[in-house]
């Protein structure tokens, strides 16, 4: 073996070198099937390598390939030093890192510590004995009244309590899932534990993590209730639990525990940073390198766990939304990991472009171009280079994701009807984001010769890599452009760290900045309607992208159309 392809730390002499990077997000359940069981693996990853590379990607997050039940589609942890088996094996991860580092591409795992399996031997042995040490690597309470020791809802409903079997009275916490009991942070044991864990990452050469609900580490030690906010008598447990204080202490000392000594990327999905907290999050001296830009996520609803209360907005809210919270996070001399999908979220054509009928591949590089170029670091979650759209289910059962079995229900206690109840779980399940990649336009879009684990998206037609990579301008070609451009010497650093202003007054359907960096200014202009748009004013300089080459006249912009002008 050649020296590079042993597996060794990365050593980054630059302080901030994450800056530079593109980062492709995989879901690795449904990206490549390589054995033909319907279910994506890692060897399927490595041989779709030269694909991302011919994106232009730099870096690629996987989402957990652990050793899990799968309860939360491996957001349930139960050994984080074994790959599970329907993943492949340690072996195989080891040789996607080094056939990455050999397509110039880095890998980042995702760290979940908030919260184990309760499959994780950890937790069998606090369940088994209430005097072992483990017991303490947990949250228990125990009440003499016969109910839980407070009334916090937790992500996917229902209390964050529950009760530990044979030990009445006895309690345990979780955040998340029953099946997803929440670590105890306050244990200096515990930490240990994890911070070994994770630098026997680092030390074979990722290039670091994405942390999971890591604002949730710190959870108020009163444990106190606060007034129920739904019929259910309980209230969002984010109020106790999520940027409290006391949280410093935990991530300070768990980046320098781990992260600093090896300068590793760590991306916060950090929901609840508020402006004023910026600095000591992802400063230049924070807990974290960056997080995502949330803020931008959800303009549909106001509470990411209840899909069934909904917001009007409008496009000019959204392209405030956008500055603002770009300007809070330049302020801080920080960066976001800028994102439009992930695997929590439904599709960004159907969810950002209202109108169905515009839905379309236009909309979709109209989308593209509007976040791409934001400063920071830009995401791309698999499947949205194509203009992948969400699905459309008949009925609750054909759904996977627990949060939307979930919302479905609760939407229904909440009056709606089964068919109302369903249509809000259509457009939000995390499933939209999860289905299969779509590589061509077989049956089983070339993502497998067997039945996927999860079935295909049903609108879908010319969507595909395959057919795709024939259109010069179709959706994934143009994020190819996007990237390429981006990535270009010559303006790179512009796109990172130049400012960013509105340009306001254009029209209420157009979202448009500029970037400036060094008196060299560069404009985004986005028409983000389906009606074609006359300027009042041409706008000035030379096209350097163009999502319709069709019109090159600056004095209008097509449906959807989106340019970038130097
Ligand atoms: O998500 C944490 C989180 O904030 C989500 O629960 C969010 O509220 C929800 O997805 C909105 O629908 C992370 C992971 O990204 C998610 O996939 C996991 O289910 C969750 O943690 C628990 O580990
Ligand atoms: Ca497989």
């Known amino acids: 073996m050649s020296n590079e392809n042993i597996l060794k730390p990365l050593h980054h002499t630059n302080k901030r070198w994450w800056k530079n990077e593109v980062i492709y997000q995989v879901y690795p359940r449904s990206f490549q099937d390589s054995n033909g069981d319907g279910i994506g693996d890692i060897n399927g990853i490595t041989s779709r390598l030269d694909y991302l590379q011919s994106l232009g990607i730099t870096t690629i997050w996987l989402s957990p390939v652990y050793k899990s039940p799968m309860f939360d589609m491996g957001y349930d942890i139960a050994d984080y030093q074994k ?41 069998q042995e606090a369940l088994k004995d209430p005097k072992s040490k483990y017991r303490n690597y947990y949250i228990f309470k125990h009440t003499d009244n016969g109910k839980a020791p407070n009334n916090w809802r937790s992500a996917f409903g229902g209390s964050t309590w529950s009760k530990v079997p044979n030990e009445p009275g006895t309690y345990y916490f979780h955040n998340f899932a029953p099946k997803q009991p929440d670590l105890n942070w306050e244990n200096p044991e515990l930490r240990q534990a994890i911070y070994k864990i994770i630098n026997w990452w680092l030390d074979k050469g990722i290039a670091g993590f994405r942390l999971d609900a890591i604002m949730q580490l710190k959870k108020d030690q009163d444990f106190a209730s606060l007034p129920a906010d739904d019929v259910d008598g309980l209230v969002n447990g984010e109020k106790k639990d999520l940027n409290r204080p006391g949280i410093e202490k935990f991530l300070s000392e768990l980046k320098q525990s781990t992260f600093a000594k090896y300068n590793a990327l760590t991306i916060g999905e950090a929901y609840g940073v508020p402006a004023k907290d910026m600095p000591r999050y992802i400063g230049p001296d924070g807990y974290f390198s960056m997080i995502f830009n949330f803020d931008i996520m959800n303009p549909d609803i106001p509470d990411v766990n209840r899909w069934y209360i909904k917001n009007k907005w409008s496009t000019a809210d959204w392209a405030k939304t956008i500055f603002d919270s770009q300007h809070a996070v330049q302020k801080a001399h920080a960066y976001f990991t800028n994102i439009i999908e992930n695997h929590d979220q439904p599709r960004a054509v159907s969810k950002f472009i209202q109108n169905p009928k515009d839905r379309t591949p236009e909309s979709a590089k109209a989308l593209a171009a509007v976040y791409f170029l934001l400063p920071g670091v830009p995401l791309i979650f698999e499947g949205q280079e194509l203009g992948m759209k969400n699905f459309k289910r008949h009925s609750i059962s054909e759904f996977n994701d627990l949060s939307s079995i979930n919302n479905y229900h609760m939407a229904i206690k909440n009056g709606y009807t089964k068919e109302q109840a ?135 912009l097509m449906p959807f159309q989106a340019v970038v002008v130097e």
Not at 493 to 501: C, Q, V
Request: charged share 30%; glycine share 6%; with cysteine.
């Open 83 to 123: 790959i599970d088996p329907i993943f492949g094996t340690m072996k195989d991860l080891d040789n996607l890192i080094v056939k990455a580092k050999q397509h110039g591409m880095k890998i980042l795992m995702d760290l979940v510590v908030n919260h184990t399996s309760d499959q994780c031997p950890w937790f």
């Open 422 to 556: 369903l249509q809000f779980v259509n457009e939000r399940s995390r499933d939209n984001g999860r289905v299969p990649m779509q590589w061509d336009g077989s049956k089983y879009g070339g993502f497998s010769d067997h039945k996927p684990w999860l079935e295909m998206g049903n609108d879908r037609e010319g969507i595909n890599v395959k057919d795709e990579e024939k259109d010069p301008n179709s959706v994934l070609n143009f994020y190819r452009r996007l990237v390429r451009y981006r990535q270009n010497d010559r303006v790179r650093k512009l796109f990172i760290d130049g400012s960013i202003e509105q340009i306001k007054g254009l029209s209420k359907d157009i979202i448009a900045y500029t970037r400036t960096l060094d008196g060299k200014t560069i404009k985004v202009i986005v028409n983000f309607s389906n009606h074609t748009i006359k300027l009042d004013q041409p706008i000035k300089g030379k096209i350097e992208l163009n999502s319709n080459p069709k019109n090159e006249d600056l004095s209008q």
